[in-house]
């Protein structure tokens, strides 16, 4: 285990105690930040280790909200059930949308997923039957029985428990073949197919684990605010989840945990300034990739030398990421 990994462990040990220390407000950013974690590792997989540049996550978070709403409130299924069932609804999804989208490539796979987006966002809006429209749908608060918890401390516990899980399960598939063949796609598909990689399967299972954090983030976001409307899953959410990924660190798990944490805090420091929201996180995404390649995880392994296994490398002149 590194200094990193060990790091990170302390912290989620420290993160247990929050709920002791805090109020509610501190609570629902700490909350808030677990769940973005569990996106920005999810993201991470796609475009930093397989060099996918694909759009379609804050859709697929959405549709992991949604599916949580109907199925919990809507169709009256335990909590514990739905949230499995959300991530599966948005990884079903997000591989549907992947497979025609695997013709295509850097900018034209951008654009594909871009108008996948703004699909779902319409579809979000629009379709009153199943998502109630603009007003969105309202998701009751969870119970925790019979764990002696509020609503919001339980919600925070299992956020801390799956966030943790999902850093744990993406490290380890990381150091296997199938993190190893990720990054290999990402240098070189030619060079790949001649390791005797599927690519295909490789890109797929890429979209796959993607989606699924995105779905299981979804499905715990919304109970965190008892609401789940359309704008909470337009084309800004597109831009934060980037921002998480770049700030951080492409190509790195522990710029996963850094860009999302740092995101969560900046962005409510801005929430007075709604509308310079996207210029400061584009200006910042812009800023990172012109000045630090490598983002805050990048900037503290050459500040403190310690090592994270497959990250990206740092320099301006890296090699070009085929999707």
């Known amino acids: 285990m590194n200094a990193f990994t060990r790091l990170v462990a302390v912290c989620f040990a420290l993160a247990a105690l929050l709920p002791l220390i805090s109020n509610r407000y501190t609570l629902f950013i700490g909350d808030a930040m677990l769940v973005q974690i569990i996106l920005a590792i999810g993201l991470n ?28 409130d809507g169709q009256h299924w335990p909590y514990w059930l739905a949230l499995p069932v959300s991530g599966v609804v948005a990884m079903v999804i997000g591989v549907a949308i992947a497979l025609p989208a695997l013709r295509l490539s850097g900018l034209y796979l951008a654009l594909a997923t871009v108008a996948f987006a703004q699909f ?21 608060p969870t119970d925790f029985y019979p764990f002696p918890v509020s609503s919001e401390t339980g919600q925070f516990y299992l956020s801390l428990l799956v966030a943790a899980a999902i850093f744990w399960l993406t490290r380890n598939l990381l150091r296997s073949r199938i993190g190893r ?15 005797a990689i599927d690519v295909t399967r490789t890109k797929t299972l890429a979209y796959a684990l993607a989606a699924l954090y995105a779905g299981i983030a979804g499905g715990l976001f919304a ?27 492409m190509g790195s798990l522990a710029g996963s945990v850094l860009g999302a944490a740092l995101m969560v805090w900046l962005q409510e420091g801005l929430r007075a300034f709604k509308d310079l929201q996207e210029i400061a996180f584009g200006g ?31 320099q301006r002149h890296q090699p070009h990421a085929s999707a």
Do not use: C
């Open 120 to 140: 779902a966002l319409w579809a979000f809006t629009h379709w009153d039957r199943v998502t109630g429209g603009p007003s969105g749908l309202k998701v009751t």
């Open 223 to 249: 109970p965190l605010l008892g609401l789940v409307v359309p704008e909470s899953f337009d084309l800004f959410q597109v831009v934060f989840q980037f921002a998480m990924v770049v700030v951080g660190g």
């Open 45 to 72: 997989l796609l475009v930093g280790y397989a060099g996918l540049l694909a759009f379609m996550n804050g859709a697929l978070f959405g549709v992991g909200a949604y599916a949580l709403a109907v199925l919990h």
């Open 181 to 195: 063949a990720f990054v290999a796609i990402r240098e070189s598909e030619t060079a790949a197919e001649a390791m």
């Open 284 to 314: 910042l995404i812009l800023l990172t990739v012109l000045f630090l390649p490598g983002g805050v995880a990048g900037l503290l392994r050459a500040r403190f030398g310690w090592r994270e296994p497959l990250h990206r490398p740092t």
